[in-house]
């Protein structure tokens, strides 16, 4: 194979044209004269969407030329960066040399933590007790992330009948379904209800050890996308429902809205809170740390799940 | 009257939570609630404008019972509450003039999710202006980025898509830059509130070798916020972004959250790493050369449109050219003419893109320039409010633009280097000139009727008041910052001076 060939099968791979799993993966279905037909309503839909409202020439324009010289200097700028970043961090001050450097806020956290946070795990006390504005931001970029993807996703009068759900991707989705699967059920009947055991105690140990919101409801959310796919949508459908998601996700969030609301108000203020500390290394212990990781791990499980949902069938939930 | 210390923080944790509350409302009660909700963060801005005015100082607010090296901390003094003040306005206007076009091209079952989106927006625009730690600044700089490119991509046309696609990845290599840059100074500093780091910094900047990783640490971050704000060689997103998305995204997205970029890069150079240590680098020349071609460039690309929105897009790719030349510039005179300009470009550019549906929605729903003619005779309304907007970007006396392009040629002068105070009294004129020949040319086109059959296909527009109104605050604001331009000047310089 020589290298046009190669550099050909890039680009498509980059348009996405050309699976490289084709042919290789068990199950795949050979093209046939349906793939044709969706390979020519993808151009056309493909040249709708970029001469909407704008003129053939302007873009021909744009790609003459342009192009050449784009990817010329695309190349030349990361090359350029990749040195001055390389050069940036030789001219940092060594670890362990003397430097100008403040330690004043990390020895803080370090050595006062535990007894300021009542949490054992340093990091959860930090981004939890030290630093929660940062992490209420975080959460929300996490719930921006998911309203952006339903704008693009969620199925409406709009894109309900587009052209991209033609009946070839149909059947291939339920070609690959494997909800009717028996070995996928058995499995899937052994390993959920591990996951969501294995989610909800890390969920519920952040502030005692490695652990928190975020990574826990990955992990929830991860179980939840495989009942779903041994299970079918149906039987989700049966308790998890778009608005039992998006309930969830409203009370998780707004309590997390209020709750470090009062903690700033309280604080800035000189007032005495009203939240106990507790026993560092019990379970219910590190004030608010507990409450606000199982917040934030029920909007990260949400947002998973309701990310696959949009994908496979654009809604975050049955109806 | 210490209970108005605490607004600052009810703005950002109200905004956020309207944003959740938006998510499981409907449709309309979501667009109610925030245009009420948007009037009352403004009345909180202008009492917190009020209360920093009144007592001459800012207000400090510790975020939790650390104070400020351990724990978050927001400060809010005269210029953060004026731009606040500003924002909401501006806000609730494009709401209020666009919401009929939200209607039309969002479908009825997504249009709370866009209302959610502009309350997030508020909040980390909030936030922004607000903050005192670099990393709460990336945090919510992150969710101005998604929430930008939400309300780009509900308008589900083939173009904003692809819009919206380059604007994200754009605006992702900006957001990466700004966080490498975030990484770097704390390591050096080991803080990341900026004003402990400031004071660690300025012992630092003596060291010959610690100041060139300074000025490279600060070189990223600057890249980084530049390309978020579309800086001249980083301004290509920009026509297709503004000029094909809905209305109000466009007004908001051209006239707060490029400028919401500006003002975090002004607050890092101003308290992070301080006035005086950032003029002895490079950077601010830069600043100026690139600022002086994105003028003269933005306006010749523009003057090469065949779309009028595309064309006003472009033309805000010189404005921000304006704004960098006067933090190029540098000293207090230079920033004040910048942050005059952000307000001045504000108030103009959300009239304009405002204004150009309308205009299209009586040619064919098209923005193509040969469709447009006598547009501007069968929407009069319309018509007047773009030769406001017109005029003012010109810098016709009178109109805001005017001011700030005074402004900057007196930023000039107190530079005291001849060769600057030339290349921008030239970079003014050419640019001036360069404006008032593409804005004419509109205006002739939307203006004139060569057959004399064009008025004729009159179509009154709905919903006349709803977009007079909101169009006529512009206009007053507009005509204030020209005419009283000193008033805000003067907060301005007050602000700047507590800014640091």
């Not at chain 1, 009942?227 to 309590?255: H, N, P, Q, R, W």
């Not at chain 2, 929430?147 to 819009?163: D, K, M, N, P, Q």
């Not at chain 2, 004003?195 to 100041?211: H, N, Y």
């Amino acid at each position: 194979m020589n290298l046009r060939e190669w550099k050909n099968r890039f680009f498509r791979w980059l348009d996405g044209d050309y699976d490289v799993m084709a042919n290789i993966m068990e199950g795949s279905l050979e093209p046939d004269e349906s793939h044709e037909k969706v390979k020519n309503d993808r151009k056309a839909a493909h040249k709708e969407l970029t001469s909407s409202g704008f003129s053939q020439a302007v873009i021909d324009a744009e790609r003459k030329g342009f192009y050449r010289i784009y990817i010329g200097v695309a190349i030349v700028s990361c090359i350029v960066l990749i040195g001055v970043l390389l050069y940036t961090v030789s001219l940092l001050p060594k670890y362990g040399q003397e430097n100008p450097r403040a330690v004043e806020v990390s020895d803080r956290y370090i050595e006062r933590g535990l007894e300021e946070t009542g949490a054992v795990n340093v990091v959860a006390g930090m981004i939890l007790d030290y630093r929660a504005f940062d992490t209420l931001g975080e959460s929300h970029v996490l719930f921006a992330a998911l309203l952006c993807v339903m704008i693009l996703l969620k199925k409406d009068k709009k894109n309900m009948d587009s052209r991209f759900d033609d009946y070839y991707q149909i059947e291939r989705d339920a070609y690959f379904d494997v909800s009717k699967d028996s070995v996928m059920r058995k499995v899937g009947m052994l390993i959920v209800p591990c996951i969501l055991v294995f989610g909800i105690y890390i969920l519920l140990n952040g502030q005692n050890g490695p652990g928190g919101g975020f990574s826990g409801g990955a992990v929830m959310g991860a179980g939840l996308i495989i009942f779903e796919s041994a299970f079918g949508f149906e039987l989700v459908d049966s308790f998890f429902t778009a608005k039992v998601s998006m309930l969830i996700s409203f009370i998780s969030l707004t309590f997390y809205c209020f709750a470090k609301g009062y903690v700033f108000f309280m604080g800035a203020n000189h007032l005495h809170n009203h939240i106990p500390k507790g026993i560092p290394g019990a379970i219910l212990s590190g004030g608010l740390i507990l409450p606000l990781n199982i917040a934030v791990g029920l909007v990260v499980a949400c947002t998973m799940f309701g990310f696959y949902s949009l994908f496979k069938r654009g809604s975050i939930g049955g109806v | 009257m210490d209970i108005i210390r605490n607004f600052p923080l009810m703005t950002i944790i109200l905004s956020l939570f309207s944003g959740s509350l938006c998510f499981v409302l409907k449709g309309k009660t979501a667009r109610f609630y925030t245009i009420f909700f948007e009037i009352f963060l403004l009345t909180a801005c202008g009492v917190i404008l009020w209360y920093t005015v009144t007592t001459g100082a800012s207000v400090t607010y510790p975020m939790g019972e650390f104070p400020a090296p351990w724990g978050n901390e927001i400060r809010a003094g005269i210029l953060e509450a004026l731009l606040a003040t500003l924002f909401m306005i501006i806000m609730i206007v494009s709401v209020l003039a666009g919401y009929r076009f939200i209607d039309m091209d969002l479908d009825e079952s997504k249009v709370n999710l866009y209302y959610a989106i502009l309350n997030l927006m508020t909040a980390s625009l909030m936030a922004i202006l607000w903050t005192n730690d670099l990393f709460s600044g990336y945090v919510f700089l992150e969710i101005l980025t998604l929430t930008s490119c939400g309300s780009l991509i509900v308008r589900e046309i083939g173009r904003t898509t692809l819009a919206a696609v380059r604007y994200m990845i754009l605006n992702l290599l900006g957001s990466g830059l700004f966080l490498l840059g975030v990484v770097l100074l704390y390591d050096l500093t080991g803080h990341l509130l900026m004003v402990p780091m400031q004071e660690t910094i300025a012992g630092m900047a003596q060291d010959p070798r610690l100041f060139m990783v300074l000025t490279l640490s600060t070189g990223v971050l600057t890249v980084g916020l530049a390309i978020k704000s579309g800086l001249f060689p980083f301004h290509f997103w920009m026509p297709d972004s503004y000029g094909w998305s809905t209305p109000t995204s466009a007004s908001i997205l051209s006239s707060l959250v490029s400028k919401a970029y500006i003002l975090l890069l002004i607050k890092v150079i101003y308290r992070a790493i301080g006035l005086e240590v950032f003029e002895r680098m490079p950077i601010r020349n830069l600043f100026l050369v690139l600022g002086i071609m994105g003028m003269v460039i933005g306006s010749i690309q523009a003057m090469h449109a065949d779309n009028i929105n595309r064309m006003v897009a472009f033309s805000s790719a010189a404005q921000v050219g304006y704004i960098f030349m006067g933090m190029g510039l540098g000293g207090s005179a230079g920033y004040t003419a910048a942050i005059f300009h952000i307000m001045a470009h504000a108030v103009t550019k959300s009239m304009l893109f405002l204004t150009t549906p309308r205009l299209a929605e009586v040619s064919e729903d098209s923005l193509l320039f040969r469709k447009l003619q006598a547009s501007a005779l069968r929407n009069k309304d319309a018509g007047i409010f773009f030769l406001i907007g017109s005029m003012s970007m010109i810098g016709i006396p009178l109109f805001a633009g005017f001011s700030s392009k005074l402004q900057f040629a007196l930023a000039g002068v107190e530079s005291h280097s001849d060769i600057k105070l030339i290349a921008v009294i030239l970079a003014l004129a050419a640019s001036s000139l360069l404006n008032a020949i593409y804005f004419i040319r509109t205006l002739i086109r939307i203006y004139s009727d060569p057959h004399g059959n064009m008025r004729k296909v009159r179509v009154r527009s709905p919903h006349r008041l709803g977009y007079i109104f909101p169009m006529a605050i512009l206009a007053a604001m507009n005509l204030f910052l020209g005419l009283f331009s000193w008033v805000s000047i003067d907060l301005i310089v007050r602000g700047l001076e507590m800014f640091g």
